[in-house]
């Protein structure tokens, strides 16, 4: 019996869940530092079998009117670039490549065991979206500065990712609406265009 719980404490408490290969889910962002307070809404798509993760957004201060214009962020891993569009309200569209891709993770299934993530402890997460008691691992980006913790309901999906950094004291909330609905995603999906042009400066998405 104490055998038992020992191998379920090594589960649960220090082997972190597995993540979905291919998936696509709403989502619902909070993101704040010294320069910007707003949040958005859009859709999230992640293909670890492809390399490459789409996010398309629109976003909105805090006041919640709209800012006048929505994004699209394609980054591709393979060749460490981020394609990142932004569509303005008068139908015009701007798009520069970031490269390297800097700030950002690409979630494969063993991504929290590869990065070594912490288990954080139980937290109730119910506002704004009412996931119940969450299971938290806390990982740390390559900066030193950032730590990224995702949330698991109680039967481990995955739900939500929270970040805090240092840099312009940054914080941002992600969470995830409906589940995820794990598919294989085309690559077409993922197609940045021949418009974009390279970028000196880095990304601020």
């Known amino acids: 019996f104490l055998l038992f719980l020992f191998v379920y404490y090594v589960h649960c408490?220090?082997?972190?869940?597995?993540?979905?290969?291919?998936?696509?889910?709403?989502?619902?962002?909070?993101?704040?530092?010294n320069q910007v307070n707003?949040?958005?809404?859009?859709?999230?798509?992640?293909?670890?079998?492809?390399?490459?993760l789409r996010v398309d957004e629109a976003p909105f201060d805090y006041s919640a009117s709209a800012l006048g214009y929505s994004l699209i962020s394609i980054l591709d891993f393979?060749?460490?670039?981020?394609?990142?569009?932004?569509?303005?309200?008068?139908?015009?569209?701007?798009?520069?490549?970031?490269?390297?891709?800097?700030?950002?993770?690409?979630?494969?299934?063993?991504?929290?065991r590869d990065v070594q993530a912490t288990y954080a402890g139980k937290i109730l997460s119910d506002t704004p979206v009412n996931y119940g008691v969450c299971d938290r691992w806390t990982f740390w980006l390559p900066d030193g500065q950032t730590a990224v913790t995702f949330f698991?309901?109680?039967?481990?999906?995955?739900?939500?990712?929270?970040?805090?950094?240092?840099?312009?004291?940054?914080?941002?909330?992600?969470?995830?609406?409906?589940?995820?609905?794990?598919?294989?995603i085309s690559s077409y999906v993922f197609q940045h265009g021949s418009d974009c042009k390279p970028s000196l400066e880095k990304s601020i998405a």
């Open 78 to 112: 393979k060749m460490n670039v981020n394609y990142f569009r932004t569509v303005y309200s008068n139908g015009t569209t701007v798009c520069l490549e970031y490269a390297p891709i800097e700030g950002y993770f690409m979630p494969t299934p063993t991504f929290l």
């Open 38 to 52: 707003h949040t958005s809404c859009g859709v999230w798509y992640n293909s670890g079998s492809l390399g490459a």
């Open 152 to 184: 698991f309901d109680s039967n481990q999906n995955f739900v939500r990712w929270d970040l805090v950094s240092s840099n312009l004291r940054t914080g941002v909330n992600t969470f995830f609406i409906g589940g995820l609905q794990t598919q294989p």
């Open 13 to 33: 408490y220090l082997t972190p869940p597995l993540l979905p290969m291919d998936w696509v889910s709403s989502f619902y962002q909070h993101k704040w530092n």
